[in-house]
């Protein structure tokens, strides 16, 4: 699998320099497009995780971002100008759940009991919430992973190591991919 995007520095639309209506409590809400080609036939569902690892110095834990599993790779659209590469476009996080009931995505670090003065707005602590580096620029990476069954036992709202291990113990992971962007401080 191929992971890829029009970019490697994340666009200001969806991060830090957000506009306003693109925020919700300072947060960028809006997700960044991006591309899976050379997808190996068999793979039926997708999961994805978005993390900022260069935030352990920060905040002392790996920031997650963005986290999604159990979208059918039936219900996306193949980009036209590629008709190899299923296209996952902007905003695809606040879209979603009308879209594909059936995919669910977790909860952000966003919604940490440990932070103080956190949002409880679903809308930062259980979609995309975009880069927002305080100290310098931060590497995010974006990993895909493919099975053939969605994953077990997870709903709106779960926690990434969930995800992870509904991978590890049964998802049978046939395919996967990443790609590291960097966002602007």
């Known amino acids: 699998m191929k992971i890829s995007a029009d970019f490697t520095v994340i666009p200001d639309a969806f991060a830090k320099a957000a506009p306003p209506e693109n925020c919700i409590d300072g947060t960028p809400i809006v997700s960044f497009p991006f591309y899976i080609d050379e997808l190996d036939s068999s793979v039926q569902f997708l999961h994805w995780e978005f993390v900022d690892p ?39 996080s606040r879209t979603v759940s009308a879209m594909i009931p059936e995919t669910v995505q977790g909860r952000t670090s966003a919604a940490s009991p440990l932070l103080t003065g956190r949002s409880t707005d679903p809308a930062v ?46 998802g049978n992971p046939i ?11």
């Open 175 to 185: 395919d996967q991919g990443g790609i590291f962007l960097t966002g602007k401080a």
């Open 54 to 92: 260069d935030s352990i110095p920060v905040c002392g834990f790996q920031w997650n971002h963005w986290s999604l599993a159990n979208l059918p790779v039936d219900a996306l659209m193949y980009d036209f100008n590629d008709s190899h590469a299923l296209a996952i476009p902007a905003d695809f």
């Open 125 to 170: 602590t259980m979609r995309y919430n975009g880069p927002y580096p305080p100290d310098r620029d931060h590497d995010y990476y974006l990993h895909v992973w493919g099975t053939t069954a969605p994953l077990a036992g997870l709903n709106q709202g779960f926690w990434l190591n969930e995800m992870e291990r509904a991978l590890r113990n049964g």
